[in-house]
């Protein structure tokens, strides 16, 4: 069965610093990776996903993440944070053949001080 | 923006009691999910709906759950008999395909069983 695990349950940082998210997955086959936002009082958004090709991949609001598949890890990063970053993340896979199924992680909350 | 929307946002039942919750997909979706959240825990799938049948459904999706699109415009959870462990956030998604497209969530239901 698939199963993710998010490293760090609540992070807390200034603004201006680095992010960096950590998400490992298990699962043995081909798998499609999200990572999803939930801003305080608002419904699950998608940050970013990755599919196929290149593992470094872009999303909205100036986040990435890197699929690094021997490490079966798909981590979310961010050069410089903003206050209005403050919010949970949630990392999700999904089988290639099963999308519809995905599979969360606990989440992280993030609070970034102003 | 079209967006996922559900009601009620909050509800609170007796033990043993039915309740429905209700979510109106974007409109030219095609796919339509449930997944819910007890406090604390995971994002956990329930089931997944197309062409007016059940998908795929998770071990969680046992006989007291039902999936309905009793129009052109809902989709429905109902839980016939309601449990004290069924209080959680339920939230409904949808997408346009079932091979890689986003799903978009709702704001969530918060379920409350006494």
């Known amino acids: 069965a698939q199963s993710v695990s998010q490293h760090n349950h609540h992070v807390i940082l200034s603004e201006a610093a680095s992010l960096e998210l950590g998400c490992n997955y298990s699962?043995?086959?081909?798998?499609?990776l999200f990572w999803y936002v939930q801003y305080p009082g608002q419904h699950l958004q998608l940050l970013l996903k990755?599919?196929?090709?290149?593992?470094l991949v872009k999303g909205i609001k100036g986040f990435e993440a890197e699929f690094i598949k021997s490490k079966f890890s798909f981590n979310l990063r961010k050069p410089s944070v903003q206050w209005s970053d403050t919010a949970e993340y949630f990392c999700?896979?999904?089988?290639?053949?099963?999308?519809?199924?995905?599979?969360f992680g606990t989440g992280t909350r993030l609070l970034v001080s102003p | 923006e079209p967006e996922v929307t559900q009601t009620p946002s909050h509800q609170v039942t007796q033990m043993g009691q039915e309740v429905i919750l209700r979510c109106v997909p974007i409109?030219?979706?095609?796919?339509f999910y449930w997944y819910r959240q007890i406090l604390g825990q995971k994002v956990e799938f329930l089931v997944s709906?197309?062409?007016?049948?059940?998908?795929?459904k998770s071990e969680i999706f046992d006989d007291q759950f039902s999936v309905e699109r009793p129009d052109g415009s809902n989709f429905t959870l109902k839980i016939r008999s309601t449990k004290l462990e069924d209080s959680a956030m339920y939230f409904c998604?949808?997408?346009?395909?079932?091979?890689?497209?986003?799903?978009?969530f709702g704001e969530g239901s918060r379920l409350t069983v006494l």
């Open positions: 998604a949808s997408s346009v395909t079932s091979d890689g497209g986003e799903l978009f």
């Open positions: 699962y043995g086959g081909t798998v499609n």
């Open positions: 990755y599919f196929s090709g290149d593992p």
């Open positions: 999700a896979v999904a089988s290639y053949t099963g999308f519809q199924k995905l599979v």
């Open positions: 409109s030219n979706h095609l796919y």
């Open positions: 709906f197309y062409n007016n049948e059940i998908s795929e």
